[in-house]
């Protein structure tokens, strides 16, 4: 079976500058994966920060970019702040229409 | 304003059935692909189920399959989801999510509050 694999966490110092990256446990993730990111806090819906491995999704700060390194999906955020502290998922399409999750990676800012 | 409300969730029996629905707004309803993910309890996004914008085709998760089905009433800009043969593991936060065109790719741009559902005795 199939698993997205993320860091369960991650951290950077403020300002700095953090990439995440998104696997599968068996191959390697491309562009034909269409793989994006979401960000989310406790108790709240994730929020939508980029699609189509490096697109943006409307008002998300260019401080978020997305890429694929080797043969992972990345998201890298540069000039951390306080209030990226929270979960990262990826997800990945898989065909047939159905989609697989990342487990998520914390990420602090410290 | 994009909005997704969800309703329909509560406590539920193990084996029980529940109906989810997802009330959108501030789009053209008819035009996108939606989906449901739902979040077990301190874990993760689990994707579980997708219907392209004329409901013509309905997609869902392992896990699911076989005991939810997805529906869609483009004249009332509503999305529903019935739950039948509920397990414990069913138990997470439910989340109706719009798609940001009609594709199957996992482009989720909007979506809802949650809601909780509970499986248990």
């Known amino acids: 079976q199939t698993v997205v694999t993320q860091e369960p966490s991650f951290s950077v110092s403020p300002g700095g500058t953090v990439t995440l990256t998104c696997g599968l446990s068996?191959?390697?993730?491309?562009?034909?994966?269409?793989p994006s990111w979401y960000q989310q806090t406790p108790g709240q819906a994730p929020r939508a920060l980029i699609y189509?491995?490096?697109s943006r999704f409307s008002g998300v700060p260019d401080r978020f970019s997305g890429s694929i390194l080797g043969n992972k999906a990345a998201l890298t955020i540069t000039g951390a702040q306080a209030d990226d502290e929270c979960d990262y998922y990826c997800?990945?399409?898989?065909?047939?229409?159905?989609?697989?999750f990342g487990g998520g990676t914390k990420l602090t800012v410290l | 304003e994009v909005q997704l409300v969800e309703s329909g969730g509560g406590l539920v029996q193990p084996g029980g059935s529940l109906r989810l629905s997802c009330a959108a707004s501030?789009?053209?309803?008819?035009?996108?692909?939606m989906a449901w993910v739902r979040q077990t309890p301190g874990k993760g996004l689990e994707w579980i189920s997708g219907?392209?914008?004329?409901?013509?085709?309905?997609v869902y998760a392992d896990s699911v399959r076989g005991r939810f089905t997805l529906s869609r009433d483009n004249s009332q800009k509503m999305l529903h989801l019935q739950m039948n043969s509920l397990r414990a593991e069913d138990t997470a936060v439910y989340y109706c999510?719009?798609?940001?065109?009609?594709?199957?790719?996992?482009?989720?741009?909007?979506w809802g509050q949650g809601i909780l559902v509970t499986v248990s005795s």
């Open positions: 501030g789009f053209s309803f008819s035009t996108y692909a």
């Open positions: 997800v990945l399409y898989m065909s047939s229409g159905i989609s697989l």
């Open positions: 219907i392209s914008y004329d409901g013509g085709t309905i």
């Open positions: 068996s191959g390697s993730v491309s562009s034909s994966y269409y």
């Open positions: 999510a719009k798609k940001l065109g009609s594709s199957w790719y996992p482009e989720f741009d909007y």
């Open positions: 189509r491995t490096n």
